[in-house]
T-cell receptor, first 111, second 115 residues
Framework: GEDVEQSLFLSVREGDSSVINCTYT??????LYWYKQEPGAGLQLLTY?????DMKQDQRLTVLLNKKDKHLSLRIADTQTGDSAIYFC???????????FGTGTLLAVQP | GAVVSQHPSWVICKSGTSVKIECRSL??????MFWYRQFPKQSLMLMAT?????????EQGVEKDKFLINHASLTLSTLTVTSAHPEDSSFYIC???????????FGPGTRLTVL
């Protein structure tokens, strides 16, 4: 089966960088995504990376992909209290477009 | 960007009743819609994939007679939880994907509480 693992919790101080890690198992994934979920709300797409890329930067967000190790990370620069949320990585099956979500990481930003 | 809505945003019902949740793509045609279920403090689990005009494909372990999915138009899919029980209480989230997008756009979710 497909398992996408994330660490459960990350606490950082406001202004620091946050790095959220994700490991996946399906080497045939075409796209990998990062979503943000605030309490009681749906998912907000933050960024995504195509599987043949190593890195993607989008303002404060940097995504790194190590396809050999099946490891994905999301770095948030200058983390703000508004970044406090649960972050999910997800891999997409290229044939079915199904998303397999990670277990989620709760990011707590301390003022 | 593309917008997906869900209705209702929350619902409380008695055990044994059926509940219908709507998922609409507001500004694009959704050829495929997905239904997810999320228990508290857990990840999203895909329940089923529905393509417009055809029967939904359910994930292993999801009862198709319990969770009826209809995708009758390119902008609307419905999930009906039949004879709901307290263990069906959950956060149900839909997403929609059109032919011109690489990504799924998620609705805001519907919180179902069965008493």
């Amino acid at each position: 089966g497909e398992d996408v693992e994330q660490s459960l919790f990350l606490s950082v101080r406001e202004g620091d960088s946050s790095v959220i890690n994700c490991t996946y198992t399906d080497s045939s994934s075409t796209y990998l995504y990062w979503y943000k979920q605030e309490p009681g709300a749906g998912l907000q797409l933050l960024t995504y990376i195509f599987s043949n890329m190593d890195m993607k930067q989008d303002q404060r967000l940097t995504v790194l992909l190590n396809k050999k190790d099946k490891h994905l990370s999301l770095r948030i620069a200058d983390t703000q209290t508004g970044d406090s949320a649960i972050y999910f990585c997800a891999e997409e099956d290229g044939a079915t477009n199904k998303l397999i979500f990670g277990t989620g990481t709760l990011l707590a930003v301390q003022p | 960007g593309a917008v997906v809505s869900q209705h209702p945003s929350w619902v409380i019902c008695k055990s044994g009743t059926s509940v219908k949740i709507e998922c609409r793509s507001l500004d694009f045609q959704a050829t495929t819609m997905f239904w997810y279920r999320q228990f508290p403090k857990q990840s999203l689990m895909l329940m089923a994939t529905s393509n417009e005009g055809s029967k939904a494909t359910y994930e292993q372990g999801v009862e198709k007679d319990k969770f009826l999915i209809n995708h009758a138009s390119l902008t609307l899919s419905t999930l009906t939880v039949t004879s709901a029980h307290p263990e069906d209480s959950s956060f149900y989230i839909c997403s929609a994907r059109g032919d011109y997008y690489n990504e799924q756009f998620f609705g805001p979710g519907t919180r179902l509480t069965v008493l």
